[in-house]
């Protein structure tokens, strides 16, 4: 059984959804998973899902962090698998057995709270609009479904802010 290294792209969502709020993220370099087993929890503008693992094999890169917007098809994780099905995402040139310790945690990326929040796609594009960086903003009230920052949530901090 011959081991390759593959990317696992962020899922397409359809044609009206081209980005994904990364949630949660529940392994890192190293982890060995099953196919089918949870990876991380996404979300679009419409729903939050879990993310599964396409084969059996081993994580070896993280390619995220809780609260980063990835569009459909950028790579996820990197993982090693001998699953010849897949053999269509091999990242030439990657060598099997190799895991990455340079990889990002499922921890958030930096420790001031912003880093903390998560945005739904609709309120970081409200943000956005307003002239605003989502990552900066640390006194928002996140009240959307998990505690996640929401368009109402942006909509109720502009109107305060004037």
């Given at each position: 059984m011959s081991h390759f290294i593959i990317d696992v792209p962020m899922p397409s969502m359809g044609a009206t959804v081209s980005e994904l709020t990364i949630l949660n993220?529940?392994?890192?370099?190293?982890?060995k998973v099953a196919k089918g087993q949870k990876l991380a929890e996404l979300e679009s503008d419409k729903s939050a899902f879990d993310f599964e693992a396409p084969a059996d094999g081993t994580i070896t890169e993280v390619n995220g962090?809780?609260?980063d917007v990835k569009?459909?098809?950028q790579s996820l994780f990197r993982m090693e698998t001998a699953d010849a099905s897949l053999k269509h995402l091999e990242v030439?040139?990657?060598k099997p057995t190799v895991v990455s310790s340079a990889a990002p945690s499922a921890v958030p990326s930096s420790a001031n709270a912003a880093s903390a929040l998560v945005w739904t796609p609709r309120a970081i594009k409200m943000a956005q609009e307003a002239g605003l960086n989502h990552a900066t903003i640390t006194d928002i009230q996140a009240t959307g479904p998990g505690g996640r920052v929401s368009g109402d949530d942006v909509t109720h901090y502009l109107s305060a802010r004037k």
């Amino acid at each position: 059984m011959s081991h390759f290294i593959i990317d696992v792209p962020m899922p397409s969502m359809g044609a009206t959804v081209s980005e994904l709020t990364i949630l949660n993220i529940n392994v890192t370099p190293g982890t060995k998973v099953a196919k089918g087993q949870k990876l991380a929890e996404l979300e679009s503008d419409k729903s939050a899902f879990d993310f599964e693992a396409p084969a059996d094999g081993t994580i070896t890169e993280v390619n995220g962090v809780k609260g980063d917007v990835k569009s459909s098809g950028q790579s996820l994780f990197r993982m090693e698998t001998a699953d010849a099905s897949l053999k269509h995402l091999e990242v030439a040139g990657a060598k099997p057995t190799v895991v990455s310790s340079a990889a990002p945690s499922a921890v958030p990326s930096s420790a001031n709270a912003a880093s903390a929040l998560v945005w739904t796609p609709r309120a970081i594009k409200m943000a956005q609009e307003a002239g605003l960086n989502h990552a900066t903003i640390t006194d928002i009230q996140a009240t959307g479904p998990g505690g996640r920052v929401s368009g109402d949530d942006v909509t109720h901090y502009l109107s305060a802010r004037k």
